[in-house]
């Protein structure tokens, strides 16, 4: 993607923000989108064919690194080791979200949450997959995985409500010493 096109899409993902806000996800429209971004109608459909499709798209720039079969060390904090356990990927997957807290927030709160825990779920599900085929033999794996996912969603949401305040290390800690 060159420059031009990353300054678009980066404008529409503020706008959207902004819109976001300001309203709820059901009536926030297209064209409110364009306006506030300052683009024409044809360029918000040369990157996204609906606003569904942008808040995907939303949530795989937040998600895309955190989800990396590779990982590098980063300014404030580093998961870059080879062999991390799962309390460490769900440790950093929380710094990020709340490096993006504003972003996260905004997505977390109105009728744009649930699409967001939905993608959210769907992103995360490689990260349990080892942990939920070690889970009880008595468990079926995918009922497993799908508590693991849900519950460390769901997680994420209350830890958000209550504006992040706790450390990611303290929220990972909770919720392992819950599903152990």
């Known amino acids: 993607m060159d420059r031009r096109q990353q ?14 806000e300001k309203k709820s996800y059901n009536h926030i429209t297209i064209q409110e989108i364009i306006d506030e971004a ?6 918000f459909y040369a990157h996204f064919e609906t606003k569904d499709n942008l808040l995907q798209d939303i949530c795989e720039q937040i998600f895309g690194h955190v989800f990396s079969d590779v990982q590098k060390a980063e300014a404030h904090h580093d998961f870059s080791k080879e062999n991390s356990t799962l309390a460490d990927k769900l440790t950093h ?24 825990l939905q993608y959210f779920k769907t ?5 349990f997959t080892e942990y939920a085929a070690s889970a009880s033999p008595s468990v079926p794996e995918d009922f497993a995985l799908n508590h693991y996912v849900s519950s460390f ?28």
């Not at 300052?38 to 360029?43: L, V």
Request: proline share 3%; net charge positive; glycine share 8%.
């Open 93 to 116: 997957l929380l710094y990020h979200l709340k490096e993006q807290r504003n972003d996260i927030l905004v997505l977390l709160s109105g009728e744009s949450g649930d699409l967001f």
């Open 38 to 43: 300052n683009i024409g109608r044809s360029t």
């Open 123 to 127: 992103a995360s599900r490689p990260l």
């Open 153 to 180: 969603a769901e997680a994420v949401k209350w830890w958000a409500g209550g504006g992040m305040r706790i450390s990611p290390e303290k929220v990972v800690a909770y919720y392992l010493a819950l599903i152990k």
């Open 7 to 20: 300054k678009t899409k980066a404008a529409i993902y503020e706008a959207f923000s902004r819109l976001l």
